[in-house]
């Protein structure tokens, strides 16, 4: 192992997480932290890892925007004939990780996963730049292409295709919800004794809360 990597640490002194200051309810506790990573400025602050499996048990793992949350879960969009797709048509569970290094804090999420409604698709579709809606259709996102200008081709084609008439969301493309059943909150402590609490769905809408060894 070359030491150069291996001796890259940081201590973590920020904060702490304690029982006593945890909300009974997960999604509660995300709202406080979504808020305290909101005023701290962190740049796209909305990226998380969503990692997939196929019904093999294969995994991948891949950045993409948290675009809302609820009671109910957390949703992101994307090309449903991607490979995340494909996943989630053959095993529709995920984990998501937030990592908000400035504030040396971690958020894991367990769940199941369903598409949203085509009304929510359709309103999260509308309000994307034109440009970006025409990229889902130019884009047969996962599949293999020739080159980049195949690519730019085909986006200038329907740019000139569309023109100034309205452009329907793709078929294809839409969101999915992530409805938790485990969220875990890491918060960075000193001498790599981090806080972890576990929230583990039980009878809805009871939340087993545990703390967990770092």
Same mark, same amino acid.
């Given at each position: 192992?070359?030491?150069?990597?291996?001796?890259?640490?940081?201590?973590?002194?920020?904060?702490?997480?304690?029982?006593?200051?945890?909300?009974?309810?997960?999604?509660?506790?995300?709202?406080t932290w979504w808020s305290e990573a909101i005023e701290s400025g962190i740049?796209?602050?909305?990226?998380?890892?969503?990692?997939?499996?196929?019904?093999?048990?294969?995994?991948?793992? @891949?950045?993409? &925007?948290?675009?809302?949350? =609820?009671?109910?879960?957390?949703? !992101?969009?994307t090309n449903y004939k991607s490979q995340k797709g494909n996943d989630l048509a053959e095993n529709p569970k995920a984990s998501l990780l937030f990592f908000w290094k400035e504030l040396e804090r971690q958020v894991r999420i367990d769940g199941n996963v369903r598409k949203v409604s085509l009304e929510e698709s359709d309103v999260y579709f509308n309000s994307r730049p034109r440009e970006s809606r025409i990229g889902a259709w130019a884009s047969n996102q996962s599949q293999t292409i020739n080159? @980049?200008?195949? &690519?730019?081709?085909?986006? =200038?084609?329907?740019?000139?295709? !569309?023109?100034?008439?309205?452009?329907?969301?793709?078929?294809?493309?839409?969101?999915?919800?992530?409805e938790p059943v485990?969220?875990?909150?890491?918060?960075?402590?000193s001498n790599r004794l981090h806080d972890r609490i576990l929230y583990t769905r039980q009878s809805p809408p009871s939340w087993k809360i545990e703390r967990l060894s770092p």
């Open positions: 192992m070359s030491n150069s990597i291996a001796d890259i640490r940081k201590d973590y002194k920020m904060k702490a997480l304690l029982e006593v200051d945890i909300a009974p309810d997960p999604i509660t506790q995300f709202s740049d796209e602050v909305n990226a998380m890892t969503l990692a997939t499996s196929t019904i093999n048990g294969i995994p991948s793992a @891949r950045i993409v &925007l948290l675009k809302g949350y =609820s009671s109910e879960g957390f949703v !992101f969009f080159n @980049r200008s195949e &690519l730019e081709e085909t986006f =200038s084609r329907l740019k000139q295709q !569309f023109g100034d008439s309205d452009i329907k969301r793709p078929g294809q493309w839409g969101g999915y919800i992530v485990r969220m875990e909150f890491w918060q960075g402590r």
